[in-house]
Nanobody, 124 residues
Framework: QVQLVESGGGLVQAGGSLRLSCAASGRTFSSYTMAWFRQAPGKEREFVAAISWNRDITYYADSVKGRFTISRDNAKKTAYLQMNSLKPEDTAVYYC?????????????????WGQGTQVTVSS
């Protein structure tokens, strides 16, 4: 069993930055693919970024490529999402997720564990 707890959300002006953290419990964190998703009001949950267990592979949604960076520290059992050049359309609840099978899919249904989410609001 893995528990995920996000932090770092908040209110920021357009063009600003935030760093989200996802702290995990459990002994096998280092073997999971980790990802970030987001969900805006009235919209479906969408993929943002993912990182393989050994940090060799990262991939991003086109909408955040070049602005967001996903990373992880397996010793600290923590994943991060550095968000720069934020836009009002980035406003959403951000969730981290863990994929035990390590498939690294962009589909939410692939992921086994989810955090409770953290709100990010970008004002114009």
């Amino acid at each position: 069993q893995v528990q995920l707890v996000e932090s770092g959300g908040g209110l920021v002006q357009a063009g600003g930055s935030l760093r989200l953290s996802c702290a995990a419990s459990g002994r096998t964190f280092s073997s999971y693919t980790m990802a970030w998703f987001r969900q805006a009001p009235g919209k479906e949950r969408e993929f943002v970024a993912a990182i393989s267990w050994n940090r060799d592979i990262t991939y991003y949604a086109d909408s955040v490529k070049g602005r967001f960076t996903i990373s992880r520290d397996n010793a600290k059992k923590t994943a991060y999402l550095q968000m720069n050049s934020l836009k009002p359309e980035d406003t959403a609840v951000y969730y981290c997720a863990a994929d035990q099978a390590g498939l690294g899919s962009r589909k939410p249904a692939t992921y086994d564990y989810w955090g409770q989410g953290t709100q990010v609001t970008v004002s114009s």
